[in-house]
Nanobody
Framework: QVQLVESGGGLVQAGGSLRLSCAASRRTFSSNSMGWFRQAPGKEREFVAAIAGGSTTYADSVKGRFTISRDNAKNTVYLQMNSLKPEDTAVYYC?????????????WGQGTQVTVSS
């Protein structure tokens, strides 16, 4: 089992910045995808960004504003969010995909609230 613990959420004004962190309780290999999803009230959970093997992927809505990075020595993934907009308001969830001989296992954090005021 792997626990993911997020931190860094909060309240910020539009145009501001926040940095989210997600620490895994066990070693995560760089080839394992780590990333972020978000869920706004009344909406489905949506993909935000992911990083695996040094490659990054972003949702179109956050390209150019958000940056995902990873510190494998600390088993931690980060999401730097700049130029925040009210529509970025959501609960942000950390996500890890582990691939082993038994197959694929997805892990989720408990979520951290990000609120952007206009």
């Amino acid at each position: 089992q792997v626990q993911l613990v997020e931190s860094g959420g909060g309240l910020v004004q539009a145009g501001g910045s926040l940095r989210l962190s997600c620490a895994a309780s066990r070693r995560t290999f760089s080839s394992n995808s780590m990333g972020w999803f978000r869920q706004a009230p009344g909406k489905e959970r949506e993909f935000v960004a992911a990083i695996a093997g040094g490659s990054t992927t972003y949702a179109d809505s956050v390209k150019g504003r958000f940056t995902i990075s990873r510190d494998n020595a600390k088993n931690t993934v980060y999401l730097q969010m700049n130029s925040l907009k009210p529509e970025d308001t959501a609960v942000y969830y950390c996500h890890l995909v582990r691939l082993t001989g038994r197959g694929r296992t997805d892990y989720w954090g408990q979520g951290t609230q990000v609120t952007v005021s206009s």
